[in-house]
């Protein structure tokens, strides 16, 4: 005679885990920029929304934002107090070293420099 348990969701299924890593976003192909957080440094990707607006997130803090450009995450985007640009922008680091391991970085430029 085949023993039947009872089957109810134990505590561990019907709990979510505390960071869902991937949530709907699964479903989107997110493309990498040469750009990085202002707030962590992290590599910042780009999707297109389906009405064709940029959102644009962090791969390491998840942080989003939406925008027209990159700057409204990347370090491109960073103002001084009083609103002036400043002067820092993502470039791509063409030879990682142990110190600087990150593919993009930010770094100061001069005036002229500045787009
Ligand atoms: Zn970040
Ligand atoms: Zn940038």
Not at 51 to 68: F, I, M, N, Q
Request: with cysteine; net charge positive.
């Amino acid at each position: 005679m085949p023993s039947t348990l009872p089957i109810t969701p134990t505590e561990k299924t019907r709990q979510r885990p505390e960071k869902a890593p991937l949530r709907a976003d699964s479903e989107f192909v997110w493309s990498l920029t040469s750009h990085c957080c202002r707030i962590c440094f992290g590599r910042i990707l780009v999707r297109e929304t389906f009405d064709r607006r940029k959102v644009y997130r962090c791969s390491c803090c998840e942080t989003e934002a939406e925008g027209h450009s990159e700057k409204a995450l990347c370090c491109c985007g960073l103002k001084l107090k009083t609103g002036v640009d400043a002067g820092v922008r993502c470039v791509v680091n063409e030879d990682p070293t142990p110190e600087f391991p990150a593919r993009v970085i930010a770094r100061q430029v001069d005036h002229h420099e500045r787009k």
